[in-house]
């Protein structure tokens, strides 16, 4: 069976647009209850201003309280700069994502810094933390709000200066979820060969119902880590009208019947997915659940 490694983006993307403060308790149990189902890598929070991301202002105690207890499951934050990533670090996560914007005016708007700014940034934090494992996010990837397609030239190139900084893995954002198969194809197509010593992932929302189509053609295409969140939560400040990410439940369900190791028990997941729905609210996928009362049989 070929495997696929699951990330889950759940505790830091699906929560973050969600306007009413879920208490660290509610987060603390939701992640559990994730990784009881087998998941080995979660984007735990993110290392942002509180003033930006209210709903994340207890970054550090969320590390305090789940890091310790799971040594054997990588644990991941997102930070948009040097700052975040000291942050980071010292509440001992190993692992970031560096987000990028592909494209100018997305990149000013969702971290409030040019390109140039953002790349030096990415370099400092190579610099200053060379033990941490970094993953170039590229936000725009394929799609952006303000200004249309992504060409896939400003992808290469992207890709092409994070690799000179140092940078190995580098995930394929479709921010808003407009993204196509044809897009990602090409995407994939041109960088897995390319670069044989990086690793590629992809990062897909939901918005058109492609979400499932779209990921399952960048497996096609060779990626073989790609990021899902529980219940399909998530979302783009910048896209009125844009789902959430791909829900981890269809996906690991689809993945589970075809016959790939995710490694992750559907009937598992699918409290973690109850357990959410039940404590926060946002843009849950209204179908998760009546697939997992009749056919709980993966």
Known sequence: MKKIMISEVGPRDGFKNIPEYNPTEVKVNISK?????GLKKIQLTSFVSPKAIPQ?????????????????????????N???????????????????????SHNQANINRTRE?????????????????????????????????????????????GYALGIREFNLCDTIGAASPTQIKAAFDAL??????????????DTRNAGI????????????????CVGGLGGCPFAPGAAGN??????????NRMGFDTGID?????????????????????????IAEEFCFC
């Open 33 to 37: 209850e994730l990784l009881a189902s």
């Open 56 to 80: 994340l202002r207890d970054a550090a105690e969320i590390c305090a309280q789940i890091l310790p207890q799971y040594p054997d499951v990588e644990f991941f934050a997102l930070v948009p």
């Open 82 to 104: 040097l700052r975040g990533a000291a942050n980071a670090w010292d509440c001992g996560i190993r692992s970031v994502a560096c987000v990028i914007s592909v494209t100018e």
């Open 117 to 161: 700014q953002s790349f030096a940034d990415l370099a400092a934090i190579r610099s200053a933390y060379p033990h941490m494992h970094i993953v170039l996010d590229m936000a725009t990837a394929f799609v952006c709000p303000f200004e249309g397609t992504t060409p896939l030239a400003a992808v290469l190139a992207d890709v092409a200066r």
């Open 192 to 205: 897995i060969p390319s670069y044989p010593d990086a690793k590629f992932t992809v990062h897909i929302h």
């Open 213 to 228: 189509l779209n990921t399952m053609t960048a497996i096609q295409c060779g990626v073989q880590e790609v990021q899902t």
């Open 246 to 255: 791909t829900a981890t439940e269809d996906l690991v369900y689809l993945l």
């Open 266 to 290: 559907f009937s598992r997941l699918m409290k973690a997915a109850r357990l959410t729905k039940a404590n926060v609210t946002g843009n849950y996928s209204s179908h998760q659940l009546n």
